[in-house]
């Protein structure tokens, strides 16, 4: 993996990325050729724990929620949405180059006025546009022009009439959609947390202008408690209010949730009260009408929208830090990943203590019984402690051993990941055990060694 330079990445990042890849949550991308910069690979256990993510935010938003639905719209759109949108114009970051070793850099980044690496000269600042340029068809001609997507929550606004139309949905409602994005960002980094291919879960939440604050209100307690459900330390989550100079052009008021990485607080998602900017532009830009015939009240309007914006990949960055734990121990220091169960990659290991007196096959049948509802791991080879380490490393909250005893009474051994306690618990109540954990996780109050506050 391509280490980012080793004085701007704290140890813990350091630390964590080398876990990510050694246990299979993430790779880089294309690494036999030297890599793709700023674009990444999830593995075995990567891929677990982002299908998790997702699916615990598309329960809290559209399962939960009656008055929201899904959709998945194209990443390819018609050019003309992101003139509407602003982002042909506006999406834009202010570029320097240094003359003097070539690196380029975001202007608004750096302090100062010369190369953060080498002290050179810097060129006057240029405006970049972040979006992908592609063509669509055979001929590349600028009439065959198209982006990839840089936000998913534009597929959802071009939709607004056709869920209306389809789902007889009544405001005020929401659209909910999660899917990759694209920005060509100029400064990329720390590790997936700025990558040029993310991926979105954007909620778009229409309402009468007039009952926009309120819902902001409601969204903003509903997205704060997700994180909680996410079993993320409390103290590690904040609000940052944007002042009148970060507001986005579209927006009348945004909150962002931060989380407090090891490289520093940093956003995990926005809350933001977009107005009717949206839905007014691409009526302008497509001629169709975008109101809404509020029945009761016998009006017509275009409605406001309250968006929520979280990343895929940030999130998993969050989870995968707060997770990542290392405990002193006597030869070696124990590294265990506190993930919570609801969103662990594995929910428990299956061991047979030894390959002898019809170990393994028991074995076996209990991971073909908890593999139905759950994903299992089964693993003979190596000690036990060993199989203990590997399972905190990918951070499975139960490994279950089956030994000499099992065959007569039925019950088996459960080592907990989190205090290493172990237990004798009958092979019938495992599968309650598993799912009283994945709804009642706490994660335990413990000192990280690599807890020194960044701030
Ligand atoms: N539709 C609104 C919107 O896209 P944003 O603040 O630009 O707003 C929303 O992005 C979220 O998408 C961010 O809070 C972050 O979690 C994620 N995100 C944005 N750019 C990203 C990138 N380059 N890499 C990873 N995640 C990114």
């Not at 060129?123 to 600028?142: C, W």
């Not at 590690?236 to 490289?263: C, M, N, Q, T, V």
Request: hydrophobic share 35%; net charge negative.
């Amino acid at each position: 993996m391509a280490k980012p330079k080793k004085n701007k990445m704290p140890p813990k990042m350091e630390k964590l990325m080398s876990l990510c890849k050694r246990r299979g949550f993430i790779f880089q991308s294309s690494e036999i050729y030297g890599g793709q910069s700023a674009c990444w690979d999830f593995g075995p256990l990567g891929v677990e724990l982002k299908n998790n993510i997702k699916q615990l935010w598309w329960k809290a938003m559209v399962q939960e929620n009656e008055n929201i639905v899904g959709l998945d719209a194209a990443i390819i759109m018609h050019p003309k949405v992101w003139e509407a949108s602003g982002h042909v114009e506006g999406f834009n970051d202010p570029m320097v180059d240094c003359k003097k070793c070539k690196k380029r850099w975001r202007e608004d980044m750096i302090s100062g006025d010369s190369c953060p690496d080498c002290g050179g000269e810097l060129t006057d600042v240029r405006q970049f546009n972040l979006m992908f340029k592609t063509h669509v068809g055979a001929v590349e001609d600028s009439a065959a022009v198209a982006y990839l997507r840089p936000e998913t929550a534009q597929g959802i606004y071009v939709n607004f009439t056709n869920v209306v139309n389809s789902s007889r949905q009544k405001l005020p409602f929401g659209i909910a959609q999660i899917g990759k994005a694209f920005r060509n960002e100029i400064t990329p980094g720390n590790f997936i947390f700025r990558s040029r291919e993310f991926e979105q879960m954007e909620m778009q939440f229409f309402v009468k202008p007039g009952e926009d604050e309120k819902w902001m209100e409601h969204w903003r307690e509903k997205r704060w408690e997700f994180h909680q459900r996410l079993g993320i330390r409390q103290d590690r989550l904040r609000w940052h209010e944007h002042g009148p100079d970060e507001l986005a052009h579209y927006a009348r008021s945004a909150y962002d949730i931060e989380y407090k990485f090891p490289f520093g607080w940093s956003e995990l998602e926005g809350v933001h009260n977009r107005t009717d900017f949206d839905l007014t532009r691409h009526k302008e830009f497509s001629g169709k009408d975008q109101s809404y015939f509020d029945q009761p009240n016998n009006e017509r309007y275009i409605p406001f929208i309250i968006e929520t914006s979280a990343g895929v990949d940030r999130t998993m960055l969050q989870v995968l830090a707060d997770a990542y734990e290392e405990e002193p121990g006597e030869k070696e220091n124990r590294v265990v990943m506190r993930i919570s169960p609801l969103v662990a990659p594995i929910k428990a290991a299956i061991f047979p203590l030894t390959k002898k007196d019809g170990m393994p096959e028991r074995a076996r049948e209990i991971y073909d019984e908890l593999s139905r509802e759950f994903n299992v791991f089964y693993d003979l080879a190596g000690s036990i402690g060993r199989r203990y380490r590997r399972m905190d490393e990918a951070g499975t909250p139960y490994c279950i051993t089956v030994d000499g005893d099992t065959a007569t009474d039925n019950t088996v051994t459960v080592r907990h990941r989190d205090s290493m306690e172990q237990e004798r618990v009958k092979i019938d109540d495992l599968k309650t055990m598993i799912r009283s954990a994945m709804e009642n996780y706490v994660r335990p109050e413990t000192v990280d060694i690599f807890d020194i506050d960044e701030d």
